[in-house]
């Protein structure tokens, strides 16, 4: 059976909401008097299409089809799911609600992307207030999982229970929100960071750089896995959270903020907050807790590198320094070419290095020869890069997290249009973990063809492979999947 959410109101937010039932299979009715609309959606799920299906290691659903609409009713017909992400202005909610309550599916869920609004404002004028309810998202709603679900006292608890499913259906987090309260939860932290973030640039305390620097480097990547009690059940060490607020309660009392309204840390209060920390995160130990936040921010800061952007530029920086400070490698022997410690988030359900990281490792290895014979970022970027036309990986020993290897690599064949490569990836104790043997073709990257390198990256090849001819044939050169030892 064919489901249909109807989107009313198609702008950031709107378009965002679209692309996420669509790219989960729904077909998507749009109503926006924008005349820019059905572009402005489009690109949006250009985005999403790009991004969305990134985050499955599945295959998603077909894509639904979507449909532009030129009124309300026409939206909303035969929709079981209506999301509302008109401006913010009530009269404009309250004739929006009542032009979908009059033409939608008696059963149908309304939800609204209000940050503003509760449940009972938005349903104030209509007779029927059993459906309407607060779905506050956060940009991108198609990548962003979270939703703040606020029924209220006017919402029925059925109707609920059916939107929460519905979001849970389509890949995202329903946070079931028990009381009304203007701006719902997270965008009220929010904006207390907000207002003391303008205090301290008024104040010349800092730009809006720093500020922004002062969460992307440091607590924003703690919040962004553990939040913000859990961060702080960790930072009061193994006596947990009562001993963070007998230490760092006092402080309240201290000018620190301009935000200086706070609720009295009464007793009453403190085991309130104690309880339910231990509710929460009482079934790990700190040592555990520590470890899964490291594992966590390992991966997410890794992910950042590969970006080049906010904590991950300064891992980047300091990487590229790092191998600045190594020079050179001497050319007349074996090469080293990657030498790095196994990261934790390189590990399988074994508990050793993934067998694709073996394959990473010695592309990395491969990208470094590359470099060293002048096949670099810039020769790339004038038309010339070498393909890998055939890999072989020998998988002889394991390897585990926090183990430092280091990848030789010896250059078999360097003449015309090929590059051999042959790589050995031993342990710190000099065990033999892998090998990995390479067949590249240089090409033309304007015609995608075989093609001869640069006379500078040839000549440099070749004397390379000539000093090489003086080292051993490796064992295991030429093998195929199979061959007996």
């Known amino acids: 059976m064919t489901k249909v959410a109807a989107i009313i109101g198609g702008g950031v937010i709107g378009g965002a909401w679209a692309a996420r039932f669509l790219l989960n299979g729904w077909d998507v009715r749009v109503f926006d008097p924008d005349p820019e609309a059905e572009r402005k959606i489009g690109e949006v799920l250009g985005n999403a299409r790009r991004a969305l299906p990134s985050l499955s290691d599945h295959t998603m659903p077909a894509e639904g089809a979507i449909s532009f609409h030129d009124t309300i009713a026409e939206a909303v017909a035969g929709a079981s799911y209506i999301q509302e992400s008109v401006p913010e202005r009530m ?46 998202p956060f940009n991108p709603v198609y990548l962003l999982p979270l939703v703040e679900v606020v029924g209220g006292s006017t919402a029925a608890p059925e109707a609920v229970e059916a939107c929460m499913e519905i979001l849970t259906s389509i890949g995202m987090k329903p946070l079931k929100i028990e009381k ?216 002889i020993d394991e390897v585990s997290a926090g183990a430092e290897i280091t990848v030789d690599t010896q250059v078999v064949l360097g003449a015309g249009k090929k590059m051999h490569l042959f790589h050995f990836m031993r342990a710190s104790d000099g065990r033999l973990l892998a090998t990995g043997e390479h067949m590249l073709i240089h090409v033309s990257l304007e015609t995608r063809k075989a093609a001869p390198p640069a006379p500078h990256i040839e000549e440099k090849l070749v004397a390379i492979a000539k000093a090489h001819e003086a080292l051993s044939v490796p064992e295991g050169m030429g093998r195929f999947v199979g061959q007996g030892r």
Request: charged letters at 25%.
């Open 91 to 136: 009269d404009i909610k309250h004739q929006t609600f009542t032009a979908i309550n009059a033409a939608c599916d008696k059963d149908a869920i309304i939800g609204s992307s209000t940050s503003s609004f509760t449940p009972t404002e938005l349903s104030s004028e209509q007779q029927d207030k059993s459906r309407i309810m607060v779905c506050h």
């Open 180 to 395: 009304e309260i203007l701006g719902h939860i997270a965008d009220r932290l929010l904006e207390s960071v907000w207002r003391e973030g303008l205090w301290l640039v008024n104040d010349g305390v800092c730009t809006t750089e720093v500020l922004d620097d002062a969460i992307r480097y440091g607590f924003g990547l703690r919040w962004a896995q553990m939040g913000l009690f859990e961060t702080y059940r960790i930072a009061g060490g193994e006596a947990g959270m009562l001993h963070f607020i007998g230490q760092f309660g006092p402080t309240m009392d201290w000018p620190l903020t301009h935000l200086m309204d706070t609720p009295e840390l009464d007793d009453t209060l403190v085991k309130k907050i104690a309880d339910q920390s231990d509710a929460q995160s009482g079934m790990y130990s700190i040592r555990e807790l520590e470890r899964i936040r490291d594992t966590n921010l390992v991966s997410m800061m890794r992910a950042l590198k590969a970006q080049n952007w906010g904590a991950g530029s300064v891992l980047a920086n300091y990487d590229a320094e790092t191998k600045a400070a190594l020079g050179e490698p001497d050319l007349s022997g074996l090469v080293r070419t990657v030498s790095r410690t196994v990261p934790l988030d390189w590990l399988d359900y074994n508990g050793h290095m993934n067998e694709a990281r073996y394959l990473q490792a010695f592309g990395d290895a491969t990208d470094r020869m590359m470099e060293i014979v002048g096949c670099d970022a810039e020769y790339i970027a004038s038309g010339g890069s070498y393909f890998t036309a055939e890999t072989h990986i020998r998988h």
